[in-house]
Nanobody, 126 residues
Framework: VQLQASGGGLVQAGGSLRLSCAAS????????MGWFRQAPGKELEFVAA????????YYAVSVEGRFTISRDNAKNTQYLQMNSLKSEDAAVYYC????????????????????WGQGTQVTVSS
């Protein structure tokens, strides 16, 4: 599956952005989808994940309550709604997918995601 992330940009602190990740090559319906991010000089960090039905989600503590992951299997697309953005949210955001079922213990492990899209830059101005 090929993944294409979009929707990044420049936003003021406190503002909102919605990232999209469009898939091609196969249906994402059976796949777990996720978002990771990497800030300059920092390691790749888990942001959120959603199971194939959309009924189960996991979030990093740093974004819980502010970010919402969702998916539209009919459109073969997943989303990340980001509200109340902070300067520390600035990073390149990557979408990812995997076949392994979703669990709290593995949701944030990048090694379990074999499919990755290119990143989309999110910049937050204070």
């Amino acid at each position: 599956v090929q993944l294409q992330a979009s929707g990044g940009g420049l936003v003021q602190a406190g503002g909102s952005l919605r990232l999209s990740c469009a898939a091609s090559g196969r249906t994402i319906s059976p796949l777990v989808m996720g978002w990771f991010r990497q800030a300059p000089g920092k390691e790749l960090e888990f942001v959120a994940a959603i199971d194939s039905s959309g009924g189960s989600t996991y979030y990093a503590v740093s974004v819980e309550g502010r970010f919402t992951i969702s998916r539209d299997n009919a459109k073969n697309t997943q989303y990340l709604q980001m509200n109340s953005l902070k300067s520390e949210d600035a990073a390149v955001y990557y979408c990812a997918a995997r076949t392994l079922y979703l669990s709290s213990g593995t949701a944030g492990n990048r090694r379990h995601y074999p499919y990755w899209g290119q990143g989309t830059q999110v910049t937050v101005s204070s």
